[in-house]
């Protein structure tokens, strides 16, 4: 089945924040962010501002109603800044005007006088002085201190992951639009409308009931409005909650980018111990999170990257240690993969580092050492694994062999242009790590024409999950998909939501479906019972037919739907579903969080122009673990996006601030993503048809985000490309590989005696 959103798409008829039709009256906010990165605010010039033609009123931390505090986790962040500013672009006033020109136009006449403090943009540096947003946590497995007695071999080293823009093309937007006896209704593109409205909620200081959170869709989300959209509703709603005036700000692209979050940097020191076998013996590392201003989901995330520690691979003995640091830069936040492309860039790293040091090829440190069924994580869960079933297939499938002759023959002929070839295998945890979130509702209406509309708490950001809750629907009540309809997603119709994140919204919502439906037909069945004389284990619903010991009878859907309604019987259902079996225990650091692994395996391979340091991305060959997809053209589409937002994360997209903490990459010309000529000239995906997921919805596993670490590959592909030009070349591990550091990785510059040693990128600028 085709996305239900593909027509209007393409024709430009979805309906975003932006396009929905002004109320008569709106206004329109901007915001001012701080000029600076940390300091004291000394004065607030706002008078140029407010007398600026259309300005209706300036909005700052005095005139919130409720509690200025918009943290989530930890209450760290408030909406907008009081005395100290603590991240460039932090909000510290509200412009609403007339008009969005007249707004931003107000915004630019503002002037504050700010104290300098010192910034911090370096986690390492947070860290040593004792800036953390939590205490530290480790998982530990074994016995590491005693393991690395036993080790034949201990590589030591150290990675370094950059940050990354969402660059969702929708920016944030919210509109609030007021409702009688001081309701709101407030329109967002957010991916948790719960916790948009328990924002808005706090900062103006009214029940939760008193506003409604409604999302028609999001132009993508990734994680970027898992948290941070909370802030732009807080912002509309109190104004208009002050004013009684429908306020709308939809963020311009610099604004978004200057003043929002993005992917953790993290910079990480491991160690490594390999038996003569090449059997992992233990794995330590020490992984310093840049989290930013205000703790935001870090600690969340912090999470995920231990769980991920050892990738798709088991290592008996484990010491993994991680420490979310407190910078001076927007709050970081949820991207695709929550910490775990983090923690995998890691373990990949140090088996190559491996590799190099024992002059063996990384695929064969790396299949060595691909967990097993029965496998324990250092968390404690237990593995069922499809990782050597995905590695042996791409092995087979795509000719491994052959593929890496082909390398290699092309590189003894090509003097200046160098093929490289990497694998990556992946395993990603499904659910929610904090247990308590793993819930879901969905709210069924059958009409008593025999069409179905469907509520549920998960919010369509482009990755198909509408499509796949209307395929739940169809197929539970077995009916034609077009009798059914999607409902926005309304914090009215579904109470509670957790956000749509961690790759589980189809899981959660879509198990909620199917326990609507199931109860809405078992209550058919029985009225179909009764109109047949007949039990109800006779009856089957089938194809929108009543059949009666399997035999079609004279009532169909339309009439049974008819008849129940006749019958006085109900036609609608709220459905409560939360995952069985999770659980984790923090105290211990031990338990089985998550419901199932997502595995997979690629083969990655790139052609270098050692010349100019420029590549192509030649193809992406992968075996994925969809279980049994229940959509495969909508599968196919996240896993082909997820591997081109990896491969930009890894290659391209660098993000750079200054050491003053200001965005030097805050436009489209300065932070470049994928683009048509960057992404791979192949992508070959193959399912690998797996059968043990219950707890995937009809056993169609879960596919948002570990799609996005096969473009991990790509950067050590590259950097065997690297090699095989100057196989002395001192690359390290310090993602993005862009071409200029693949250019100075080729012809390693010596290093002059007056600047920082380690100082050859631009790129340095930015301290990760
Ligand atoms: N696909 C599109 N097109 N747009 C998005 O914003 N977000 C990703 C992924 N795929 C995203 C996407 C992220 S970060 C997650 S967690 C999942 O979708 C969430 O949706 P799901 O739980 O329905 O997979
Ligand atoms: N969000 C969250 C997530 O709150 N908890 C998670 O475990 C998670 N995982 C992936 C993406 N978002
Ligand atoms: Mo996705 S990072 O869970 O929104």
């Not at 906010?29 to 300036?58: K, N, Q, Y």
């Not at 732009?232 to 929002?260: G, Q, S």
């Not at 739940?472 to 509670?496: F, G, H, M, W, Y």
Request: glycine fraction near 8%.
């Amino acid at each position: 089945m085709k996305n239900i959103d593909s027509g209007n798409h393409t024709t430009g008829r979805s309906i975003y924040v932006d396009d929905i039709p002004l109320v008569a009256g709106t206004l329109f906010g901007a915001a001012f962010g701080s000029p600076v990165a940390h300091g004291h605010i000394e004065h607030l010039h706002l008078a140029d501002a407010a007398a600026h033609p259309g300005v209706v009123r300036i909005f700052t931390y005095q005139d919130i109603t409720g509690e200025n505090q918009i943290g989530g986790i930890i209450p760290d962040e408030p909406l907008l800044a009081e005395h100290v500013v603590d991240f460039c672009g932090m909000p510290i006033a509200f412009v609403v005007a007339t008009s969005e020109a007249a707004a931003h136009a107000a915004v630019r006449k503002i002037k504050v006088d700010i104290t300098p403090l010192p910034v911090i943009t370096d986690p390492r540096e947070a860290h040593a002085q004792g800036e953390l947003i939590v205490p530290p946590r480790t998982f530990r497995l074994g016995d590491p201190d005693a393991a690395w007695s036993q080790c034949a071999h201990i590589i030591e080293g150290r990675a370094d992951s950059n940050g990354q823009e969402h660059l969702y093309i929708e920016t944030q937007a919210a509109y609030a639009i007021p409702e009688e006896n001081e309701g709101l209704k407030i329109y967002s593109s957010t991916q948790s409308p719960t916790a948009s409205q328990r924002a808005a909620s706090r900062v103006l200081g009214v029940p939760m009931h008193q506003l409604e959170v409604d999302v028609i869709r999001l132009g993508g989300g990734f994680g970027g409005k898992e948290d941070q959209a909370n802030a732009w509703v807080a912002l509309v709603a109190l104004a208009a909650h002050i004013l009684r005036k429908p306020v709308k700000y939809v963020l311009h692209r610099m604004e978004d980018m200057a003043m929002t979050g993005k992917r953790h940097p993290y910079s990480t020191d491991f160690r490594l111990g390999l038996d003569k076998d090449l059997k992992f013996v233990a794995f330590e590392a020490d992984y310093y999170q840049n989290a930013g201003a205000a703790a935001d989901l870090s600690p969340a995330i912090m999470e995920r990257t231990l769980f991920h520690a050892t990738s798709t691979y088991f290592v008996p003995n484990v010491r993994a240690t991680a420490y979310s640091c407190r910078t001076h830069l927007p709050p970081n936040t949820a991207f695709r993969g929550f910490g775990g492309p983090q923690a995998k860039f890691v373990m990949e790293s140090a088996i190559n580092q491996a590799a190099e040091q024992l002059g063996v090829e990384a695929e064969v440190i790396q299949k060595k050492n691909l967990n097993k069924t029965g496998d324990e994580f250092p968390y404690g869960q237990k593995a069922v694994s499809e990782a050597r079933a995905c590695w042996t297939r791409a092995e087979e499938l795509y000719n491994l062999e052959t593929l890496k002759k082909e390398v290699a023959s092309f590189n003894a002929q090509s003097p200046m242009v160098k093929k490289g070839l990497a694998l990556m295998p992946i395993c990603f945890g499904i659910s929610f790590t904090n247990t308590s979130m793993n819930q879901a509702r969905a709210l069924v209406h059958v009409y008593y024409d025999g069409s179905v509309k469907v509520s549920t708490g998960a919010v369509e950001m482009g990755q198909g999950v509408n499509t796949k809750m209307l395929q739940v629907a169809a197929r539970v009540l077995s009916i034609s998909p077009d009798k059914v309809r999607l409902q926005t997603t309304s914090t009215n119709r579904i109470a509670n939501t957790s956000p749509t994140a961690a790759s589980a919204a189809a899981d959660l919502n879509g198990k909620a479906v199917q326990l609507a439906c199931e109860a809405i037909a078992g209550r058919l069945r029985e009225v179909a019972a009764l109109e047949l004389n007949a039990t109800v284990d006779a009856i089957e619903l089938k194809n929108e037919q009543v059949l009666l010991h399997g035999k079609p009878t004279e009532l169909d859907w339309k009439k049974l739907v008819t008849a129940t309604f006749l019958r006085r019987v109900s036609l609608s259902e709220h459905a409560h579903y939360a995952t069985p079996d999770v659980h984790f225990d923090k105290r211990t650091e031990k338990g089985h969080p998550f419901a199932y692994h997502v595995y997979g395996t690629s083969i990655n391979t790139v052609t270098v122009d050692c010349l100019r340091g420029t590549y192509t991305v030649d193809a992406v060959r992968a075996v994925h673990d969809y279980g049994q997809s229940m959509n495969p053209a909508v599968d196919r589409g996240q896993i082909e996006g997820g591997i081109v937002q990896g491969i930009g994360w890894m290659t391209m997209e660098e993000l750079l601030y200054d050491k003053t903490g200001r965005l030097r990459s805050n436009t489209l010309s300065t932070y470049k993503v994928p683009d048509l000529y960057s992404v791979p000239a192949e992508i070959a995906i193959e399912p690998l048809q797996t059968d043990t997921d219950n707890l995937a919805i009809f056993r169609s596993k879960a596919v948002g985000e570990p799609p996005l670490m096969y473009g991990i590959g790509t950067y050590f592909a590259l950097r065997n490309a690297i090699k095989a030009f100057n196989p002395t070349s001192p690359v390290g591990f310090d993602a993005p590989m862009t071409p200029e550091k693949v250019l100075l990785a080729l012809y390693p510059q010596p290093t002059p005696a007056v600047t920082e040693p380690h100082e050859p990128s631009l790129s340095r600028l930015a301290t990760h």
